[in-house]
């Protein structure tokens, strides 16, 4: 099975990428951003208390990510591979990930990190917040949430380049030149 984690900044162009890795490797993905988004849509118990936490460019409990996503993986031990677009966020959630696919016979394959300054973040996300209507792409709720990342996410990246597993990707090129990269980077690791 091929796992992949997909790590970035909020704009790095995780969910593009996903997309493409989805189509070319037969993946099941897997974000808990679109999994909150429905939850909050459809005013859920947990959507009302993601919606409290994200309305104000914080985290989601880990407990709560956790849950959701262990029933999910459950759910599709069936596919090809799991794509992880938006999560872990945190050192523990990162520990939780490899508890649950230990526990289901499975591994992370590598962990992409899509690397873009956070200049061009900002454009890219106050642009698709113009474009896409959505509320959390502002200029404040932008910057807590590149605060956040840099402080609660980022520190992932030494759990696992530890593991081998971390793999940096320039983000600034076009979608085809970032999806090369990527695809250079899993074809090394899954046949070297």
Do not use: C, W
């Not at 990428?17 to 099941?28: P, T, V």
């Not at 959507?47 to 409290?52: C, E, F, R, V």
């Not at 599709?76 to 050192?91: A, E, H, M, S, Y």
């Amino acid at each position: 099975m091929l796992n992949i984690v997909i790590f970035g900044a909020p704009g790095s162009g995780k969910g593009t990428q996903s997309e493409l890795l989805i189509k070319r490797y037969g993946l099941k993905h897997v974000s808990t951003g679109d999994l909150l988004r429905f939850e909050i849509k459809e005013g859920t118990e947990l959507g009302k208390i993601a919606d409290h936490y994200i309305s104000k460019g914080q985290l989601v409990p880990d407990d709560i990510m956790i849950e959701i996503l262990e029933d999910l993986i459950k759910k599709n031990l069936d596919k090809k591979g799991f794509i992880f677009d938006g999560f872990p966020r945190t050192l523990p959630q990162g520990e939780a990930l490899n508890n649950k696919l230990k526990k289901n016979g499975l591994d992370i394959t590598a962990v992409l990190s899509l690397e873009v300054n956070d200049e061009a973040l900002i454009d890219r996300l106050l642009k698709r917040g113009q474009i896409s209507g959505r509320s959390d792409d502002n200029d404040d709720t932008i910057k807590s949430r590149l605060h956040v990342y840099h402080q609660q996410t980022e520190p992932l990246k030494e759990y696992y380049a530890k593991q081998n597993k971390l793999v940096y990707i320039p983000g600034e090129g076009t979608i085809d030149e970032v999806f090369n990269s990527i695809e250079k980077a899993i074809n090394n690791l899954t046949n070297g």
